[in-house]
DNA sequence: AAATTTGGTTGCTTTATGCAACCTACTATC
DNA sequence: GATAGTAGGTTGCATAAAGCAACCAAATTT
């Protein structure tokens, strides 16, 4: 992609942000606590012409925090801001879709697990607000108090599949 | 991304299918229920060349299904398949994500409700197999069952972070 | 019968990717 | 103390993809 997204949209915008794979390996890596420039290199496989770049537009858009940890200002660490940290759901979400179709019954390659009982967690799950469990077809998208023009006529022409 | 990437990483994998701003857009505009290539062509703003491209893609992945509705096979109806489907629980942390993140508290362009109550649902929840919630702290990302060579390492180096 | 819609394809220009080479300041080794 | 290697980049170039406009045939609407 070429131009940023227009439409008054969460998904367009915040696939402006972080709509590029080689982000979702570099975020990949900070999840799993990578944080010098040869650790993305390395372990994402990236060129490091757009690694520059893209460690840059993470700190520029508020996702990652570079600190100075050399003497004269030639090393440096990233580290997830807490922004970039609320990422994990979406993350979680790849990984669990991805271990789910990707691989066969137990081959899959990355397990997130419960740090006390070390079984691996179940799926991410919805909820309402006070915490009453919901299923796919409990839920609704409508236009938002935010919603114009486009955006909530197009919201407000969906036809209700439950 | 010209190479698909070749990491044994449920993420990569995942990235390697659905990657694409673009196809992103179309899968959103797909769970607002468009089936219609002119549909996905209004309402993404993305060229045609593009969305022809982007759609066989998405029915080669089995992601979407192309249905013949015309007389002579001259108009098509794409829809999600359950794999497409699947990816509720991506596309929903993506909106979460982007309505918290970009728009001031109540300026939310979309919503997702329940469809009961008509009350926004909350966040997307972590919780164990057996229904147990979970906070990001309690989990722990492990080399799974197929882990291999280079993603075996990798992940086996994580410092625990809690 | 004419105009419009659908679902594309083709060709062209601009932008991004991927790769290799290079570079400077530090760090570890002998 | 000299040498080699590492960290964190930048630059230049070939190739691939994005973005745009023009075109098109079959079907549908006016």
Redesign the interface.
């Known amino acids: 992609?070429v131009k940023p997204?227009?439409?008054?949209?969460?998904?367009?915008?915040?696939?402006n942000i972080v709509?590029d794979?080689?982000t979702?390996?570099i975020l990949?890596e900070a999840?799993?606590?990578a944080s010098r420039f040869k650790e993305f290199e390395r372990?994402?496989?990236i060129a490091k012409n757009l690694l520059s770049n893209r460690l840059a537009r993470l700190v520029d858009e508020g996702l990652l925090k570079k600190f100075d940890i050399g003497q004269m200002g030639t090393r440096y660490a990233y580290s997830l801001t807490p922004?970039g940290?609320?990422?994990?759901?979406?993350?979680?979400?790849?990984?669990?879709?991805?271990?789910?179709?990707?691989?066969?019954e137990?081959?899959?390659?990355?397990?997130?697990?419960?740090?006390?009982?070390g079984?691996?967690?179940?799926?991410?799950?919805?909820?309402?607000?006070?915490?009453r469990r919901?299923e796919?077809?409990?839920?609704?998208?409508?236009?938002?108090?935010?919603?114009?023009g486009a955006?909530?006529q197009?919201?407000a022409a969906?036809?209700d599949?439950?």
């Not at 940290?85 to 066969?104: D, F």
């Not at 079984?119 to 607000?129: C, D, K, M, S, Y």
Request: with cysteine; hydrophobic share 40%.
């Open positions: 992609m997204h227009t439409q008054n949209c969460p998904v367009a915008g915040m696939l709509g794979q080689w979702w390996l990949r999840f799993y606590g372990n994402t496989g922004k940290r609320s990422l994990n759901t979406v993350m979680i979400a790849m990984l669990q879709w991805g271990n789910e179709h990707l691989y066969a137990g081959e899959a390659p990355v397990e997130i697990i419960e740090r006390q009982t079984v691996p967690i179940g799926p991410l799950v919805l909820q309402t607000r006070d915490g919901l796919p077809k409990d839920i609704k998208t409508v236009p938002g108090p935010g919603a114009k955006v909530c197009r919201l969906i036809k599949n439950p």
